[in-house]
């Protein structure tokens, strides 16, 4: 174990139920392992349908005495978790690089990030207002109140393995429900860190409990458990309707946050070298490997062979390697199945006529290495074009003017992030209210803050994280008639 953390008790490995972490209930184990070269970080827990069920009842049982603590403690402790994650940061980001793959400089990033999720609900904890409104005769009255929708389940995916959790569990406890999370079976030592750091902050036992393990018995516990009364996912559409239907059984709420085929527009009128650094961030990160990436590449004819020649040098600049050394900025991508998927829909696009004009396999330092790839002459009906492609891999088509380009960009069943640059202000309204996506970026590539609603319409889910609105995937409203004033 070649991982050297300054607080070594970060590294758990255990399932964390009612505050204290332990074994499995059947003792069995899988292990971690790192992308860069496939060794084992950790053998860890590998839960199954007794400790989620475990975990559940723990979480039932610990939510009437959370929810019922003032907004203020409940705020606090959130606030102190914030303060832990950033003083504990640096190990944090070398658990994450170490079982995800990505850049030290990014998983700071996204420890900071996921963090800043926390820090937000925070604050929006002691803003679960109510209503009073005008009643329908003269002595009575219409009371709202929003109280915490029950015990919560989270699946969560291994691209962001701190941020997808803040992101839920943060607006969980700020509404008083208590959580049990599910991380991916790659990354769960993010998780575990998240939830040692949780408990030392004041969180009690059983408002946060941590399973990983089999995503099916898990999952089928999570979603049929009748004491589970809302579940939130972070992952693929085709996951994301089993879950759904799962959930039916019980009728849980549900918030998806599923995956994209992001659209990146650039117009004429852009100005092309901030259109391309905007193309190389929301392509890049991460090895192109998150929901928000640019997708697809659609770039006027006018100014295409230009655009094309900017994003190449760009992209060939970019360094590939492991991300724990100064520098790289393209990790591995996350296993073998990822390779496979991503080498296939490059290798079926230039079948089908893409041309190469950057890279197209796999990269010199083998495993799970991609080639940053920039393909020219895709079509709308090429693979690259059509699947998200969770890979470093920049597809660019042509477009005649604008409509084709709004056509082109809403040319799929998904919407959560797009992009566009222009500099014609007209332009700027008419695309951002025809793209049929929850994000539209304009003029910038990185849209995801705590203070703006991250979600997207179509099948790329249902349900807002962070911002005003984040809470209300949390809450119900109940509505309390006041007669005989
Ligand atoms: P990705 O393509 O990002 O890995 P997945 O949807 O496959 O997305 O996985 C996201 C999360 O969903 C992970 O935690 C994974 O273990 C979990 N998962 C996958 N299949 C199921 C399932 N049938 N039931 C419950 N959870 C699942």
């Not at 009612?18 to 860069?36: I, K, L, M, Q, R």
């Not at 003083?87 to 900071?112: C, F, V, W, Y």
């Not at 030392?200 to 036992?205: E, F, Q, Y």
């Not at 295409?304 to 360094?319: G, I, N, P």
Request: hydrophobic share 45%; with cysteine; aromatic share 8%.
């Amino acid at each position: 174990m070649a991982l050297s953390l300054t607080d070594s008790s970060l590294l758990q490995t255990g399932v964390y139920i009612d505050g204290s972490w332990s074994d499995a209930d059947s003792g069995e184990t899988f292990a971690v392992t790192n992308p860069v070269n496939g060794d084992t970080i950790a053998e860890v827990a590998k839960g199954g349908v007794a400790d989620t069920r475990r975990a559940i009842q723990a979480a039932d049982a610990a939510m009437g005495a959370w929810r019922s603590r003032p907004a203020k403690e409940r705020s606090d402790i959130l606030r102190a978790w914030f303060d832990l994650l950033m003083a504990n940061q640096e190990d944090l980001a070398m658990i994450m690089t170490a079982e995800q793959g990505k850049p030290l400089a990014e998983s700071r990033g996204e420890i900071a990030y996921g963090a800043s999720y926390v820090e937000w609900f925070a604050e929006q904890a002691k803003r679960i207002n109510g209503d009073v409104i005008p009643g329908p005769a003269a002595d009575r009255r219409i009371v709202c109140i929003r109280q915490p929708v029950g015990v919560v389940a989270a699946i969560t995916p291994w691209n962001f393995p701190n941020a997808m959790i803040a992101r839920k569990a943060a607006p969980a406890l700020a509404a008083g429900c208590s959580i049990v999370i599910k991380p991916a079976t790659e990354t769960p030592l993010s998780a575990f860190a998240m939830c040692e750091l949780a408990t030392r902050a004041g969180v009690p036992a059983g408002v946060i409990n941590v399973v990983a393990g089999s995503a099916r018995d898990i999952g089928g516990e999570l979603t049929a458990n009748p004491l589970v009364r809302k579940l939130t996912f972070t992952g693929s559409t085709p996951v994301g309707k089993t879950l759904i239907e799962q959930c039916a059984g019980t009728v849980k709420k549900t918030s998806m946050e599923l995956g994209g085929n992001a659209p990146f527009i650039v117009f004429e009128d852009a100005d092309l070298d901030a259109a391309v650094e905007g193309a190389m961030v929301s392509k890049y990160r991460n090895a192109g490997q998150t929901c928000v990436c640019s997708n697809r590449l659609i770039v006027q004819d006018s100014v295409y062979d230009a655009f094309v020649e900017k994003l190449v040098r760009a992209t060939a600049a970019l360094k590939v390697g492991n991300g724990m050394e100064d520098g790289v900025n393209i990790g591995p991508l996350i296993n073998q199945q990822a390779a496979s998927d991503v080498s296939k829909l490059v290798d079926d696009s230039v079948a089908a006529g893409a041309s190469v004009a950057l890279g197209g396999g796999m990269h010199d330092l083998g495993g799970y290495f991609y080639q940053p790839t920039v393909l020219t002459d895709v079509t709308a009906d090429m693979p690259v074009f059509r699947n998200e492609i969770f890979g470093p891999v920049a597809p660019v088509t042509r477009f005649a003017d604008e409509d084709e380009a709004i056509a082109l960009a809403n040319d799929t069943e998904f919407g959560l992030a797009s992009y566009f640059y222009t500099r014609d202000i007209g332009r700027v309204w008419r695309v951002g209210e025809a793209l049929e996506y929850g994000i539209v970026g304009i003029n910038e590539g990185i849209i995801s803050n705590a203070m703006a609603p991250f979600g997207g319409i179509k099948e790329s889910g249902s349900g807002r994280e962070g911002s005003i609105y984040g809470i209300d995937d949390y809450v119900e409203i109940k509505y309390m008639l006041m007669g005989g004033l």
